[in-house]
């Protein structure tokens, strides 16, 4: 009979040159702050230990005493170099869209 699959949880993080996924063991209680203690990121990753990052459970964001099920991953999130509505905003008055100038089409 095989033994019992172990219960776990993963922590997720990704840089644009970079991505780590680490899986932690589940015990009752943890926490989404918890895991990523456990995960060891936050010291691979130094900014992470610098300002508290938004954190998500399959792209549902959650707060950090957020109580974990077996099975989570834990998604640490990055702060955004742009708001994206701004970028478009301003290349939609410099006559641009999509990185294109105004008129251009793709043939």
Request: charged share 30%; no cysteine; hydrophobic share 40%.
């Amino acid at each position: 009979m095989a033994a019992p699959e172990r219960q776990v949880v993963e922590v997720v993080y990704a840089l644009q040159e970079k991505q780590r996924v680490v899986t932690v063991g589940f015990v009752d209680g943890l926490t989404a702050n918890g895991a990523i203690e456990l995960s060891g990121l936050a010291r691979e990753f130094p900014e992470l230990a610098a300002a508290l990052p938004a954190l998500g459970i399959y792209g549902r964001v959650v707060p950090p005493d957020h109580r974990l099920r077996p099975g989570d991953r834990v998604e640490i999130y990055r702060r955004l170099k742009a708001d994206p509505r701004e970028t478009r905003r301003r290349r939609a008055a410099a006559g641009n869209t999509m990185g294109r100038p105004a008129g251009s089409r793709d043939r």
